[in-house]
């Protein structure tokens, strides 16, 4: 059973992504303009607000907590003990170990959950046994080891005390927050059921027979506009089609897409995930109500409704934390390190040249948002190329002496630093693309189906492909391709460990200017 589990996903994942990365043949139309009903535009502002991670949450609230009761603890010892005996490992211990084995107690007695935040008096019941037990176990201890009389009993009920108040405190104001977060919806996994009909409200009355969870559907989007997917499911409003649905998740703050297709209707299964699976979504494939099973715990769960991941989100919760710290980190670090590089690009772009110092490109950001990318101006004023529709070629007469020279030294881009401290960008990334980008007046979303998904993180200032030598013009499909597939293989691979590997090869990648222009 458990190499036909296997063989199921992985069936599922080659064949939907093996698809999107093919090329599309004789096709030369316009991308389609895809327009939300009046409905749907009405629950996208609803959902306009970012959400607040729950994990992260969690986690924040557990090392606060371990900080704030070693630092009580700290001042009692410095307000009561100090200066008759001074501040040694002694005194740190227990300090230290009893922080640790508060929080430990809270976390297995569950206190450490949304719906713990939410209810006061419970989780201040929960937090005053784990509280107690802590001193209790210190009494024990020093009675066995005959300390009583080394440490200071005074101290011992100061802490004990203050710890206590603190916790009244705190958590009045941690269920205070939560409560108003989750009124405003901030707090919750935001879901849309995929495919409508009876499945959907099937789905739909099993996630909402879940108590304490912590799903907010949205709505439904389905293809489908017979019998079989009605207007309202389970008073659930359906609104719009698949292809509207890949516009609605750009536009809101979705976490989760839930599809209510049953696992036999292969084709059409692969159909929808082929068009979902470039958005930065958790997706997963309900098996509530299907005859195939796999064992309990090939299923990710809420409540008992057990469901099948296929995608998931690339860099979430504590990953994108520590990469949104690493890029602030090292692009400080590279602003002070290049200003001269820079201060030295910006005086030769404005002595040799009339215009601007800085060219401002519309380009992909992250879930296709487009944002103003910051670039050294390289060609005469007169003759820029603000969509990037004709690639710059050698020798090219629309580029400033300047302009080539900075343009070969990747120079140019340096400003972009700028755009990582304003959280437009990456450090690394899939290079952001200009929103005209095309190879033989096909933009390049019409060349490569799936092209999208490179857009699943952040583009970067530097990236897989352009240490792999994917740089420069792409005037084939082939180059363009390469260029996706190096992208898709750092989405699926990232690490900060991998960022690292990447920023350091970067410098030397720079020496191959062939195909920089």
Request: proline share 4%; hydrophobic share 45%.
């Amino acid at each position: 059973m458990n190499s036909a589990e296997n063989d199921f996903r992985k069936r599922f994942r080659e064949a939907v992504q093996s698809k999107a990365g093919e090329l599309r043949e004789g096709e030369t139309g316009q991308r389609a303009k895809v327009e939300l009903s009046v409905r749907a535009m009405e629950v996208a502002k609803m959902l306009s607000s970012r959400q607040i991670s729950i994990t992260v949450l969690c986690a924040v609230v557990r090392v606060s907590e371990a900080l704030a009761i070693f630092a009580i603890g700290l001042a009692c010892f410095f307000g009561y003990v100090y200066p008759d005996e001074r501040f040694s490992l002694f005194y740190a211990a227990p300090l230290l170990f009893g922080s640790l084995l508060a929080v430990g107690l809270i976390q297995a007695a569950d206190g450490y959950q949304l719906t713990a935040f939410r209810s006061y008096a419970a989780q201040l019941g929960r937090i005053f046994a784990a509280w107690t037990v802590v001193f209790a176990f210190f009494a024990l201890a020093m009675f066995f080891a005959k300390l009583g009389d080394t440490y200071s009993r005074v101290w011992f009920a100061a802490w004990y005390a203050a710890g206590l108040a603190f916790f009244v405190v705190s958590r009045a104001v941690i269920a205070r927050l939560v409560r108003k977060w989750s009124d405003e919806g901030r707090l919750e996994r935001r879901a849309i059921i995929v495919g409508g009909g009876q499945p959907a409200a099937e789905l739909i009355q099993d996630l909402e027979a879940q108590a304490n969870n912590d799903i907010r559907i949205c709505g439904i989007f389905d293809d489908r506009s017979d019998d079989r997917s009605p207007p309202i499911v389970a008073g659930y409003p359906k609104l719009g089609t698949i292809a509207e649905l890949v516009e609605f998740a750009r536009l809101t703050s979705i976490d989760l897409l839930i599809v209510s297709i049953p696992l036999r209707a292969e084709e059409r299964l692969l159909q929808l995930l082929k068009k979902l699976w470039i958005l930065p979504i958790d997706i997963r494939l309900s098996a509530h109500c299907d005859k195939m099973r796999f064992r309990p715990r090939s299923y990710s769960y809420i409540g008992k409704v057990p469901l099948l991941d296929m995608f998931s989100k690339p860099i979430a919760d504590w990953d994108a934390i520590s990469k949104r710290i690493f890029d602030l980190v090292f692009a400080c670090i590279a602003i002070v390190l290049l200003s001269p590089v820079m201060a030295g690009a910006a005086l030769a772009v404005k002595m040799t040249s009339r215009g601007p110092i800085l060219f401002k490109q519309k380009r992909y950001g992250f879930n296709n948002e487009v944002i103003d990318v910051l670039k050294f101006r390289s060609m005469y004023v007169d003759q820029e190329d603000l969509m990037a529709r004709k690639a710059v070629t050698r020798d090219d007469p629309r580029v400033t002496p300047v302009g080539r020279f900075i343009r070969k030294s990747s120079i140019d881009e340096l400003p972009q630093l700028f755009n990582v401290l304003r959280g437009e960008l990456s450090l690394v990334g899939p290079r952001p693309h200009a929103l005209g980008a095309n190879t033989n007046e096909k933009l390049w979303d019409e060349v490569i189906d799936g092209y999208f998904a490179r857009h699943k993180v952040k583009p970067g200032v530097t990236g897989w492909a352009q240490i792999n030598g994917w740089r420069g013009e792409c005037d084939t499909p082939d180059k363009i391709r390469g260029r996706i597939e190096n992208d898709l293989y750092y989405i699926e691979n990232w690490s900060l460990g991998l960022d690292l590997y990447i920023l350091f090869m970067t410098p030397f990648r720079l020496f191959n200017t062939e195909n920089a222009f």
